[in-house]
């Protein structure tokens, strides 16, 4: 055996996956542009067809259905299958459902469907024109996956199902996301289109096609422009949002009814969301949530008398899927089989091009059983002309063999006419009998010579096409469910729905969080194994709060962004921030903002400024002992990944902060040694850095530093859970650099206060 080359492996690698990507296209994944169909929920409903489950018929268990798709037609799964059912059966899922289902079939807020053996299922009335004259060779037919049985490749669609049911899929390396349409509107524009076929652009379409149609209703916010864009490429997004409405209740009060939400958003997912907005306080006016829906959407929102509604749901369309995008992205498959992103004109036009094609394939068939039976006609007209002949011709005859071939002789007749007549009941020789065949004849004449007639025109086929459009429009065509509205958002100063209130943070050594409302006794908090206070705090909600850690960077939220504590130890400050391996909290300390107007020139809102007239600084030192001063002013609110405050060598880590209230400031390492610096011999930065020598550890490392007056007292806790006090004045003030003077010998400093 000869050796593989690698380039051999490689190639058949490629050539697989490229066949199992192109079967997923085609076979699963991406809908087909005449009928708007994947091949699951085709052969559902020519299953369904098959088993005379019309709009009609009684409904069946979905597990009838299910057996007979699975059986038949699509060998795969019983749990896929079913939800491919399902889904043509849900109001809200499609615009025009395709299912009549009976029994519980999910619901918008993502409730699972009932078990198929519970359900029930038929067609419904418009399915009809996805299904009909299948029988009349309009479309061609495969053999299913054990060649047992014949399955359609396409539906004989009447209805632009692509269009009005919409679409989505995910294939291998390419998706589809079709939004629904209202029928009127497409048909509209349909019928345009063969009446007008020079003036077919996106242009003259949209005339008629204002834009999708979601069976959730809702309000479509994109201008005129950015749907022409999306549709004449393809690709795009329609953002909608939910209804509203304020309803007035005695005594004053008022609530807000949300009548309908965004196509495809979960309802209770976003009550979830709205009810965690109320519960962390950062919507104030917005004092409770519930859902009184039934087949409509009813959310109530109860609100302050004294709130502003429009202001109040500008914050809910911004913090939740009350306003959300849909993805346009018109790839399918086109009649060749070749997966291809089209425009709405060539959807149009691809499936106007496959109706002309089932109407003239419908013809040549109609034509072709009219010809038959007039062939037949032909034979009983001519006996008919000398009846007694043909009578005395079969009674001479010794048997059937003979009699067709005096027949056939006499008459010249071929052997299908022959074999008819010899079969023809004799009851049916009285003269209205013969009457009736005959009339039936020149009726058959009639409309053989209509149907060549329109078979050779191509104005009177695109008439057939247009006649049966207009049929479909007249019964199934409705008013839009979604409505437009481009109008601008009502501007909103988050900071508006603040609810001020003073709070308690509470932050442990080992970095958990937690905002409460009041602390009688800070002894009675609890902590987790191992772990104890590092930091309390008072602040309020509409304080910034910053947050210092080992690492040398600054970690600002607003404190109304901090969630209230769900359990007894608060949050880990990692879930609030994006901390480095190791990094840890050293402290904290709230930073007071205000308002401040703006000029008359300005667009006259309330912007958020740090109080400067105290001019506060504060300082920041690292083990190895460098640091510097920086003004408050200079912290902001950050991302997540917080702001650098101190460069850092490999090895150092920022040990404190503090801000500056005194001339002097007390440093010391652990190994004993203390220095007394005067402030003003500290750099003051106005960004980021590493600042300056203010004492050289030696073989230490610096445990802390604080601000003093020279008649201060200094208290030291050691390692063995002693402290001591000593006075300033036992330091020698120097200048900063230096190495210090010992206070503690044999006993390891840990902290100052």
């Keep these: 055996m000869g050796q593989e080359k690698p380039s051999d492996f490689e190639e058949e690698l490629e050539k697989r996956f490229l066949t199992y990507a192109l079967s997923t296209i085609v076979s699963r994944s991406l809908p087909d542009v005449r009928d708007g169909l994947k091949p699951i929920h085709r052969r559902i409903l020519f299953a369904m067809e098959s088993m005379g489950m019309n709009a009609a018929s009684k409904h069946v268990k979905s597990a009838k259905i299910i057996g007979e798709v699975l059986g038949k037609y699509h060998p795969h799964g019983d749990a896929s299958t079913y939800e491919s059912m399902v889904r043509m059966a849900q109001d809200f899922s499609m615009r025009y459902p395709l299912v009549d289902g009976k029994g519980n079939f999910g619901s918008m807020d993502g409730d699972s469907p009932a078990a198929y053996r519970y359900t029930e299922g038929r067609l419904t009335p418009i399915t009809a024109f996805l299904l009909s004259d299948i029988k009349k060779d309009t479309v061609d037919f495969r053999s299913n996956y054990d060649n047992t049985l014949k399955e359609p490749v396409v539906l004989p669609a009447r209805i632009p199902n692509l269009l009005i049911n919409g679409s989505s899929g995910i294939a291998v390396g390419m998706a589809c996301s079709f939004p629904s349409h209202n029928l009127h509107e497409v048909m509209s524009a349909l019928l345009a289109m063969i009446d007008e076929p020079e003036k077919q652009n996106i242009t003259a379409l949209m005339k008629y096609i204002k834009g999708p149609d979601f069976p ?8 005129k422009a950015e749907l022409r864009k999306a549709y004449e490429t393809g690709s795009g997004a329609v953002k909608i949002r939910g209804e509203w409405k304020v309803e007035n209740l ?8 949300l009548t309908s939400i965004p196509y495809s958003i979960n309802k209770a997912r976003l009550i979830e969301r709205i009810a965690e907005i109320i519960i962390s306080r950062k919507l104030a006016p917005l004092t409770d949530v519930r859902d009184e829906s039934d087949e409509k959407v009813r959310v109530v929102l109860e609100i302050k008398s004294t709130a502003d509604a429009d202001k109040l749901m500008s914050y809910l369309f911004k913090h939740t899927d009350l306003e959300s995008n849909f993805q346009i992205n018109f790839t399918c498959l086109k009649p060749n089989g070749e997966p291809a992103r089209l425009s709405l004109l060539e ?19 109609e034509l072709a059983l009219l010809e038959k039976r007039l062939h037949i006609l032909d034979g009983f007209a001519a006996i008919f002309s000398d009846l007694d002949k043909a009578l005395k011709l079969i009674r001479s005859s010794k048997s059937r063999k003979e009699a067709h071939e005096k027949i056939q002789k006499h008459f010249k007749l071929d052997d299908e006419q022959t074999s008819a007549i010899l079969e023809f009941p004799l009851y049916r020789l009285v003269a209205m009998e013969m009457e009736k065949i005959l009339a039936e004849q020149q009726e058959k004449l009639k409309e053989k010579k209509r149907i060549l007639s329109i078979l050779k025109s191509s104005k009177k086929i695109w008439d057939e096409v247009r006649g049966e459009l207009e049929e479909i429009d007249k019964k199934h065509g409705d008013k839009r469910k979604t409505r437009f509205d481009t109008s601008e958002n009502i501007e909103f100063n988050a900071e508006d729905f603040i609810e001020h209130e003073d709070v308690h943070i509470v932050m442990s050594q080992n970095g958990w969080i937690r905002k409460l409302k009041t602390i009688s006794d800070p002894s009675t908090l609890k902590f987790k194994e191992n772990d104890q206070l590092l930091s309390i705090t008072q602040c309020n909600t509409s304080d910034l709060l910053a947050l210092f850690t080992s690492f040398g960077v600054a970690y600002v939220a607003k404190v109304y962004n901090l969630p209230y504590t769900r359990s007894g130890f608060g949050e880990p400050v990692q879930s609030l921030f994006k901390f480095g ?3 840890k909290v050293i402290g904290m300390c709230p930073l007071t903002i205000k308002a401040e107007e703006e000029s008359s020139e300005s667009s006259g809102q309330a912007s958020l400024k740090f109080d400067k007239e105290s001019n506060l600084e504060y300082m920041v030192a690292s083990a190895n002992g460098f640091g510097f001063r920086f003004p408050i002013s200079n912290l902001g609110e950050t991302t997540r990944s917080g702001r650098k405050i101190m460069s850092l060598k490999e090895g150092d880590q920022m040990i404190g902060f503090a801000p500056v209230t005194h001339k002097h400031v007390f440093l010391a390492t652990a190994k004993g040694k203390a220095v007394v610096i005067a402030t003003e011999q500290i750099t003051q930065l106005s960004g980021s850095g590493k600042g300056v020598i203010l004492m050289k550890p030696g073989d230490s490392h610096l445990v802390g530093f604080k601000f003093v007056s020279l008649r201060d007292k200094i208290n030291m806790v050691f390692d063995s859970g002693n402290d001591k006090e000593i006075t300033v004045k036992s330091v020698r003030l120097c200048n900063r650099g230096s190495q210090g003077v010992i206070i503690s010998k044999r006993k390891t400093i840990i902290k100052i206060t």
Excluded: S, W
Excluded at 216 to 223: A, D, F, Q, S
Excluded at 250 to 257: L, M, S, V, W
């Design 347 to 365: 959807i149009c036009q691809e499936f106007l091009e496959f109706r002309k094609q089932v109407v003239t394939r419908r013809l040549n068939y």
């Design 216 to 223: 959730t209703e809702g309000i479509i916010l994109n201008t």
């Design 250 to 257: 005695p005594r004053g009060k008022k609530q807000i009814i």
């Design 581 to 583: 391996d190791g990094e």
